[in-house]
């Protein structure tokens, strides 16, 4: 089972940082062991590691000072959103303090004629969303999860409309930063565009809380597509829907989501969501656009369908129908789940080339029934990117390691297709030996990186980069 | 008039490496004063700083090699693409060696199922975009000039149809790069989507060769579109101009190109190309799309530009029509610089949020006239990007002078409208002082990133980071 190591720790620095955190922070700073744990949980099957320490900060200030404090005495600084990361990135492998944002939570400024908002790191997605609605506008990145949009800024998260929207390093405009050293720099202004100097905005972006800690956020938004329309269809074989998939990008088609769903997983979500789908591979898809615009895409997906074989298709515009299909979407790590009760599911993330997406979902099938695995796919079909989630049996070693087996053979073969060992979860503690696999020397340059902005490695140590 | 200072030289270390180089390259080694001058050249108004050799690279191994020797002897390594950047980037201020990649000109891999390409960086865009044709494909960065991929790359170029596809930034997946030290990299495999790691890809795109050079680019391409078609409206205020692209970006809709064009661009335009436009502020838009898909557009375009008072609307779908209709656009420079025979147009390059695109443009207009100076304004609207290019006497340093002014006024205003001073030009050497009024603190985090990376300050110096 994969293992997060144990990091040495600072012992007297963490002592004196915590005595004078508590000072300047009162209540707001915790030790106990429930929070503590809390901050170190993960949704992996990686071990808990918790903090030393939580701090509960409201403003960049607080931030700032806490980081000078930590830097002072060396002691490892963890962000905290909603916790809701997948690969330990919130874990404290060297002990030190978890710094939750969660009551940074305030929309600071929307800009309706600009289609841009500024907002702090514990701002939920679903929560800004709420608050744009009366606009006209829309945040368009779904991870799923109601996520922290610091945390899926730190992540470089994306999800199920990608495809049409990009993921947050499209999306984010300019990031507020406290640095290693407590300094506070802004990455960019609000101008669309800019080629002044180094992206920072997109280094800090999926740099996972390891080079400094977002305190405020520039987000891109939409408006609210005048129509919106969904249809399902559902096809013979994964390589059949693939190529669909293929057809669909191919031909330029600007779908909004386009989720792909094996019968395994059709099977899970009748059986939780009491639905009768065919029980074989199934697209999900959501147009956006004008009136006349979604009928023309439906129309034309269909087509594509059709000549991959595909069957029962249906389409809908009205809003209930649609929940009614995307419900079936977002339950299924529920109904995946229901498949085998006790079981513990473990999430892959591997992204290939569209091109390779049908032999990658083909081979990992295969490979999960040889191993004698349960592990449906769901897939973000349309940007190649797909999750294995492995249903487990935590207390039985011998599957555990033949999980581990397929996890390791799933990232190689990602790589393998010139693709990469994650779409949208991040490396974390869990991938690191991936990332120099799939980008050798490069990995050498962002130790570099790292070692310039926080040469004494106080921010999120034990992510990202190889030991 | 804006001077780029000359840094200190390394004479020994030039003279010892110009030495080997000439051993290794033979005689794709150039030292004569021509050569070296053209790759000094600028065309901006920052006076030339010719390199003390030039050489003629062909793979990436040449790259290495030549990297290796001037990192060797601590000499500068100047990457050059076709020359047609704006800020002095291809200038050698300490002297050193300009590495001339336009020998390496191979498109060497078309995925044409993935949408994407990989080529060397001494393509250009019109050359590959001749390459592609024939796979129904197209790569939509259009600067104007026809320069190479590399530069493109590097300066994080982008221009007229960015507001539909992004700019370089969004379309690149993938670089190869020879770093200071002459290790070779490449930040990224060819999935469309990753969350491995800090984005070395954007660190890379804009760094303008101060942190590596780029040997090879991995491209996402688009499907030529079912159908185009262009428009063009006048307005009788550069205000209502503005108002009407507003209208539209909140409106979302999906225009491919919308570009203003003053009044006294659009009297040049007439002169020039012998057109009979109306000498009032213009928009000219393109549309991509379904044959359905555009003239909802166009129509949607023209109900917009009705409530700003836009008037003379005209739509075309003929491919004749709408190249007539562009290359207007196309010839805006020459026809600007026919407006005052002998003078030199010296570019601006500001982009604001699009809330304040109409007051800035009023300002520009304004402020030139008070100050005396011929000085039309063509933008890039949809991104909030305009330039005023000043049409200068450079023997009348009284006029010189004013333009300096102008410049330096107009930086500041784009700064104090939460913009910037450069939307796609590069800061290169003549915009070093606004990056860090734009930025603060910012700067310093680039400067220890380009510190950790290349140490001794041979690549590109004098770019970029101020001093």
Request: glycine fraction near 10%; proline fraction near 4%.
């Amino acid at each position: 089972m994969v293992q997060a190591t144990d990091l040495p720790r600072n012992e007297t620095g963490i002592a004196t940082a915590l005595g004078i955190l508590k000072q300047q922070f009162g209540e707001r700073f915790h030790t106990g062991q429930s929070i503590r744990e809390q901050h170190g949980h993960t949704t992996t099957w990686i071990k808990n590691q918790a903090p030393d320490a939580v701090v509960f900060v409201r403003s960049t200030q607080d931030v700032a000072d806490a980081m000078k404090i930590c830097a002072a005495h060396k002691v490892p600084v963890i962000a905290f959103g909603t916790g809701t990361s997948l690969e330990g990135h919130v874990n404290a492998p060297a002990g030190g303090v978890s710094i939750d944002v969660s009551q940074m939570d305030a929309v600071l400024e929307v800009n309706a004629g600009d289609l841009d908002c500024r907002v702090q790191p514990g701002v939920t997605r679903e929560a800004l969303n709420t608050h744009l609605r009366d606009q006209g506008l829309f945040f368009p990145i779904d991870p799923g999860a109601n996520a922290s949009l610091g945390g899926m800024t730190a992540t470089r998260a994306s999800g199920t409309n990608a495809v049409r929207y990009g993921t947050m390093k499209d999306n984010v405009l300019a990031v507020e930063v406290v640095m290693a050293d407590g300094r506070v720099i802004r990455t960019a202004q609000r101008a669309r565009k800019s080629s002044a100097g180094y992206d920072l905005t997109r280094l800090m972006v999926g740099s996972e809380g390891t080079l400094g800690i977002i305190t405020e956020i520039t987000l891109k938004l939409q408006g609210i597509p005048e129509a919106m329309s969904s249809a399902r269809c559902s096809f013979p074989t994964v390589e059949a829907a693939c190529e669909t998939v293929m057809s669909v990008i191919q031909y330029g088609l600007p779908v909004a989501r386009i989720e792909l769903l094996d019968a395994m997983v059709v099977k899970a979500v009748n059986g939780y969501s009491k639905l009768a789908l065919p029980e074989t591979p199934m697209l999900l898809l959501e147009f956006h656009g004008s009136e006349a615009g979604v009928v023309e895409q439906a129309e034309a997906f269909s087509a594509l369908a059709e000549d991959n074989g595909g069957s029962d298709y249906q389409a809908t515009t009205t809003m209930e129908e649609r929940n009614k299909l995307w419900q079936a979407r977002h339950d299924a790590y529920w109904a995946m789940l229901a498949l085998r009760p006790g079981c513990k599911a473990v999430a892959t993330d591997v992204c290939v080339p569209i091109s390779r997406l049908a032999d990658a979902v083909g081979a990992a099938n295969a490979r999960a029934a040889e191993l004698g695995l349960i592990a449906p796919i769901v897939g973000h079909a349309g940007d190649g990117n797909f999750h294995a989630s492995l249903l487990l049996d935590m207390e039985d070693a011998d599957e555990v390691a033949r999980a581990e087996t397929f996890v390791s053979w799933l990232n190689d073969l990602a790589i393998s297709m010139d693709g990469t060992c994650t779409g949208e979860h991040g490396i974390g503690q869990g991938k690191r030996p991936y990332l120099v696999k799939e980008l050798g020397a490069a990995a050498d340059v962002m130790g570099m990186i790292k070692r310039a902005l926080d040469p004494d490695n106080i921010l999120n140590p034990g992510k990202i980069l190889p030991a």
